[in-house]
């Protein structure tokens, strides 16, 4: 079983639905990454959060640190929306501090359809 | 938020030639830096901690001669993937993180991520 699950693998979404990933993991975190990569590879940093809730846009991101799950809504979608967005934690290393690794879910794709 | 970038962002070669990936925090000092290879439809699987005037840190069955890792500034990481073959063709992607904010305790240092380099090798 990996350490991040996310779901669903793949979405396919009318414009201007609600949409909402989800990544469930089963390590001890310090923090939550949402990350979104488009088509040409690039990454983008859309969240990082170790606790509650923040938005940008239009864009929610929403963690749960005692069921150890973590949800990315999208309101209103639109086309550009799609990407895969992968969820990645941060689990500390053994000497603690801010030293540790990433671990990445595999990504959902979402496609947005005009 | 801070910018890395990577150089060239893709890449065709010929087998048994080297390769040379450039990552750069373009206004952030960093001394670790990621570097990461993602398959296609696969997750992002770390390859090796870059440390800036040491020796990298390779995971678990990255050949460490193979792919050569130079973090010679705190602005500046290279990965150079020697006598490519076919099965090197990845995506690779580096990141890095804001070394004024490394060691605080507690903390976790957000990593910011490079466009990646797409490697072809025939």
């Known amino acids: 079983k990996n350490e991040v699950e996310q779901s669903p693998q793949n979405l396919t979404a009318q414009e201007g639905e609600f949409i909402t990933i989800n990544c469930s993991y089963s390590v001890g975190i310090s923090a939550l990454h949402w990350l979104q990569q488009h088509p040409g590879g690039g990454i983008v940093s859309l969240f990082m959060?170790?606790?509650g809730k923040k938005k940008h846009g239009r864009l929610i991101a929403t963690i749960n640190i005692q069921e150890k799950h973590s949800s990315l809504h999208i309101t209103a979608s639109h086309p550009r929306d799609s990407a895969v967005y992968i969820c990645a934690v941060f689990v500390r290393g053994n000497y603690g501090g801010s030293q540790g690794n990433l671990i990445f879910g595999k990504g959902t794709k979402l496609s947005v359809k005009p | 938020g801070a910018v890395v970038s990577q150089h060239p962002s893709w890449v065709i070669c010929k087998s048994g030639t080297s390769v040379k990936i450039e990552c750069r925090s373009l206004?952030?000092?960093?001394?670790?830096m990621f570097w990461y290879r993602q398959f296609p439809k696969q997750s992002l699987m770390l390859m090796a901690t870059s440390n800036e005037g040491s020796k990298a840190t390779y995971e678990q069955g990255v050949e460490k001669d193979k792919f050569l890792i130079n973090h010679a500034s705190l602005t500046l990481s290279t990965l150079t993937v020697t006598s490519a073959h076919p099965e090197d063709s990845s995506f690779y992607i580096c990141?890095?993180?804001?070394?004024?904010?490394?060691?605080?305790?507690?903390?976790?240092?957000?990593?910011?991520f490079g466009p990646g380099t797409r490697l072809t090798v025939l």
């Open positions: 990141s890095a993180r804001d070394y004024l904010l490394d060691g605080e305790t507690d903390s976790y240092n957000e990593q910011f």
């Open positions: 959060l170790s606790s």
């Open positions: 206004d952030f000092q960093a001394t670790t």
